[in-house]
Structures are given as C-alpha cells and as structure tokens.
C-alpha cells in the first residue's frame, strides 16, 4: 500500500459546480497535511495547509479526518482556472529534514 | 524574486553519460531537495539536505549523488545515466515544518 493516496481522476466538472476529492494516509503518526497545485510542465505550488479542525481560503476548503486518516480538499464555485493537478502532501513528523511524501495526484479538468 | 533556479531546464543525455543538475535557492533556508517525477509515480524524493553539511538518501537514490555545496547550493549528479533516469527534477528548499518551495523542473531525456 502506498503511503499517501489519491484517485488519479481526472474530474471533470461543469464551471461553477463543486468538486470534492480525498487522499488517504497510511502513517497514523502524520503531523501536518498540505494541499499543492500542479499545472500541466509547472512546478509545484502550496495551495493551502490542512488543519486539524478544517480550514478554508476562498473558494477552497480543506478538511482532515484522523480517524479515518484521510483528507480533503472541496472547491465551490469551479473555475476554468482551477484545471490542474491537484497534490496530497503528507509529513510524517516535524522533524528536520521535512520529508515530505507526495500522492500521485488528483487531475482536475472544469469545463465550460 | 528568483526563489529556487535550477539548472538546465532540458537536457538530452546518451546512455553512460554523466551529468551534474545545479540548483540554488535565495531565501536562507536550510533544508533542500531533489525530487523526480514519472507519469502516474507522483514526487519521489531523491536525496535531501537537511543543512549545510548534511545530505541523506530519499525514497529513489541509486543512480545519483548530491552535493550541498553551500547554504545555497544543492547540485544533483548522474555519473553513468540510463534511460530509466529519464524524468523531470525538481529542486526545493524549506525550512523544517513549513512550506516547500519549488524550482521550475529539469526535463532530462535519457536515450
């Protein structure tokens, strides 16, 4: 099992409806959650952190479930510009050396 | 604004040739990194440097070597390339516990 997962997708979503999508851990001991943006032959970009009791910026809310350890990201209101590939990034612990572990990846297509 | 710049961004290697990728980073952080990513393999980490003087393996190191040069620097080197090493590269910087930044990728062919 890998330790960090996420439906490849894509997603194709209607501009202007709601997309939601979850990555699962494997650690139980994981720290701090992320997600990042990825446009197509572009670098990684952070899009938000994943706190404990859920948080939003915009349009964006992201959500975390120890539990069940998975979390999650749901976008209002879709945009054109929010076709990318969205990343999963899970720190095991805070220690030096931040290493992160990535998911594959959940591919986002909103369309007109 | 540069942030992290890594060097080449494309480069075609033949098999058996050796190659050094140089990344740089102004924001004083002290951890860097290199990533590769495959089609439908995510970021795999490579080797890190979790300061100045220090470097340990990642997920994927056999095939590469590293150097953290200075602060700044954190080159990756290919000595003897092979076609599976065909991948594009991300250098990154952070400091431990916050946001990881990207450079703009290597896009290394392999025939």
């Known amino acids: 099992r890998k330790e960090v997962e996420q439906d490849p997708g894509p997603f194709n979503v209607p501009e202007g409806a709601t997309v939601a999508f979850n990555c699962t851990y494997s650690?139980?001991?994981?720290?701090?959650f992320f997600w990042y943006r990825q446009d197509c032959r572009k670098e990684p970009k952070l899009l938000m952190s994943?706190?404990?009791s859920g948080n939003e910026d915009g349009r964006f809310t992201a959500q975390l479930n120890r539990a069940s350890q998975y979390i999650s990201l749901l976008i209002r209101d879709s945009k054109l510009s929010d076709s990318a590939t969205y990343l999963c990034?899970?720190?095991?612990?805070?220690?030096?050396?931040?290493?992160?572990?990535f998911g594959g990846g959940t591919r986002v297509l909103v369309k007109p | 604004n540069a942030g992290v710049t890594q060097t080449p961004k494309f480069q075609v290697l033949k098999t058996g040739q050796s190659m050094t990728l140089q990344c740089a980073q102004d924001?004083?952080?002290?951890?860097m990194y290199w990533y590769r990513q495959d089609p439908g393999m995510g970021l795999r980490l490579i080797y890190y440097?979790?300061?100045?003087?220090?470097?340990d393996k990642g997920e994927v190191p056999n095939g590469y070597n590293v150097s953290r040069l200075n602060k700044r620097e954190f080159s990756l080197r290919l000595e003897s390339a092979a076609p599976s090493q065909t991948s594009v590269y991300f250098c990154?910087?952070?400091?431990?516990?916050?946001?990881?930044?990207f450079g703009e990728g290597s896009w290394l062919t392999v025939v």
């Open positions: 924001m004083n952080h002290n951890s």
């Open positions: 990154a910087s952070s400091e431990p516990g916050n946001t990881i930044y």
């Open positions: 650690n139980s001991a994981s720290q701090s």
């Open positions: 440097s979790a300061s100045e003087g220090t470097t």
């Open positions: 990034v899970v720190n095991p612990r805070r220690a030096a050396g931040n290493k992160l572990t």
């Open positions: 994943v706190y404990s």
